[in-house]
């Protein structure tokens, strides 16, 4: 991959105003009280809404990269999904909302630490946290991806949010790879059996930022304002659709982040500082699971699999998943 750089700096915060959505608008917000948001899950408008403060961001993609791309062409599909919320035109402006891309990370944990911190995206095959106990089967299996938003969960302040993909080989039944950047005529011919890693990234980034999936007035309409948009829950395999984003998901990050002042020049350093590497220490150490930097009575990992009980902050997952997946399950369930 390319070198990045970013210029660390202290983080100015600011008050964040929540701003009601018009009434004929389908988008859903993510809040603190909504709930993880996987398949066909309402999205559910209680508590505080979701957004960063600081809409200066960076990402970092985990250099292990994917299997079934190279880290260039990775690179150039996660930079253009950033860059198609970063450009939407809000009445001939666009949103107060930057992404700067980092140099490669090494962290394939979902976690958010008070010292040291970075938005990584990473290809995870077996598709589990490796943190989540041994137990746990791991992520939804119909999952192309999922996005974990750590917020404040008394105000909704986004703190942190790491995506991660599904790297497994799909089968009948499941999601994940292989992965390309497919045609604009869709994952067809020399693609075919392939997904577009830009439509699935696109639609994590509107997570990332804090849209939810948006709730459809009749999913078997094609034309349903919802099932157009980007942040419908559901995406057929070889569709490329969710790359360009739809009225709905402009009406979202318009909403959230209206035109502002911000420009490149802005410090997009995470919260705490910027911490690339989340595996290992200084001297090259292994971190435990267990180790948290928060302080916490309760002590605890800081994954997406247990927070500390005691914490103020906490994760909320968001997934896209497979629609023809999706229904054949159901179908068989029924």
Same mark, same amino acid.
């Given at each position: 991959?390319?070198?990045?750089?970013?210029?660390?700096?202290?983080?100015?915060?600011?008050?964040?105003?929540?701003?009601?959505?018009?009434?004929?608008?389908?988008?859903?917000?993510?809040?603190?009280?909504?709930?993880?948001?996987?398949?066909?899950?309402?999205?559910?408008?209680?508590?505080?809404?979701?957004?960063?403060?600081?809409?200066?961001?960076?990402?970092?993609?985990?250099?292990?990269?994917?299997?079934?791309?190279?880290?260039?062409?990775?690179?150039?599909?996660?930079?253009?999904?950033?860059?198609?919320?970063?450009?939407?035109?809000?009445?001939?402006?666009?949103?107060?909302?930057?992404?700067?891309?980092?140099?490669?990370?090494?962290?394939?944990?979902?976690?958010?630490?008070?010292?040291?911190?970075?938005?990584?995206?990473?290809?995870?095959?077996?598709?589990?946290?490796?943190?989540?106990?041994?137990?746990?089967?791991?992520?939804?299996?119909?999952?192309?991806?999922?996005?974990?938003?750590?917020?404040?969960?008394?105000?909704?302040?986004?703190?942190?949010?790491?995506?991660?993909?599904?790297?497994?080989?799909?089968?009948?039944?499941?999601?994940?790879?292989?992965?390309?950047?497919?045609?604009?005529?869709? *994952?067809?011919? #020399?693609?075919? @059996?392939? &997904?577009?890693?830009? !439509?699935?990234? %696109?639609?994590?980034?509107?997570?990332?930022? /804090?849209?939810?999936?948006?709730?459809?007035?009749?999913?078997?309409?094609?034309?349903?304002?919802?099932?157009?948009?980007?942040?419908?829950?559901?995406?057929?395999?070889?569709?490329?659709?969710?790359?360009?984003?739809?009225?709905?998901?402009?009406?979202?990050?318009?909403?959230?982040?209206?035109?502002?002042?911000?420009?490149?020049?802005?410090?997009?350093?995470?919260?705490?500082?910027?911490?690339?590497? *989340?595996?290992? #220490?200084?001297? @090259?150490? &292994?971190?435990?699971? !267990?180790?948290? %930097?928060?302080?916490?009575?309760?002590?605890? /990992?800081?994954?997406?699999?247990?927070?500390?009980?005691?914490?103020?902050?906490?994760?909320?997952?968001?997934?896209?998943?497979?629609?023809?997946?999706?229904?054949?399950?159901?179908?068989?369930?029924?």
């Amino acid at each position: 991959m390319s070198s990045r750089t970013l210029s660390l700096g202290g983080l100015a915060l600011a008050f964040a105003v929540l701003v009601v959505a018009d009434d004929a608008a389908a988008f859903c917000r993510m809040t603190t009280e909504g709930g993880a948001q996987v398949g066909d899950a309402a999205c559910i408008e209680a508590g505080a809404p979701l957004e960063w403060r600081n809409p200066c961001l960076s990402y970092a993609i985990d250099d292990r990269g994917s299997q079934w791309m190279t880290d260039e062409d990775v690179e150039e599909a996660v930079d253009l999904a950033f860059k198609a919320w970063e450009d939407a035109n809000c009445d001939g402006s666009p949103p107060n909302l930057v992404f700067k891309p980092l140099q490669p990370s090494t962290c394939k944990r979902a976690e958010y630490n008070c010292e040291g911190n970075v938005n990584t995206i990473a290809f995870l095959d077996p598709w589990k946290d490796e943190c989540s106990d041994p137990e746990n089967p791991g992520y939804d299996r119909n999952a192309f991806a999922v996005t974990i938003v750590w917020h404040d969960t008394r105000t909704g302040e986004i703190l942190d949010a790491d995506m991660m993909i599904n790297d497994q080989r799909a089968s009948r039944g499941t999601a994940g790879g292989p992965y390309a950047i497919c045609p604009l005529t869709g *994952c067809t011919g #020399d693609f075919e @059996g392939y &997904a577009d890693l830009g !439509s699935i990234v %696109t639609h994590e980034a509107g997570h990332f930022i /804090g849209i939810g999936h948006c709730n459809p007035i009749d999913e078997a309409d094609p034309n349903d304002p919802c099932v157009q948009a980007t942040m419908f829950a559901m995406a057929e395999r070889e569709s490329v659709n969710k790359r360009t984003l739809a009225p709905d998901d402009i009406a979202a990050v318009c909403t959230i982040y209206p035109p502002g002042d911000l420009d490149q020049s802005c410090n997009a350093a995470p919260i705490g500082g910027l911490q690339l590497n *989340c595996e290992t #220490d200084a001297d @090259g150490k &292994a971190i435990p699971c !267990s180790d948290t %930097t928060c302080g916490t009575s309760s002590g605890g /990992g800081c994954s997406a699999t247990g927070s500390p009980a005691d914490a103020p902050w906490g994760p909320l997952l968001a997934a896209l998943v497979g629609l023809s997946v999706w229904r054949r399950r159901n179908a068989a369930r029924s």
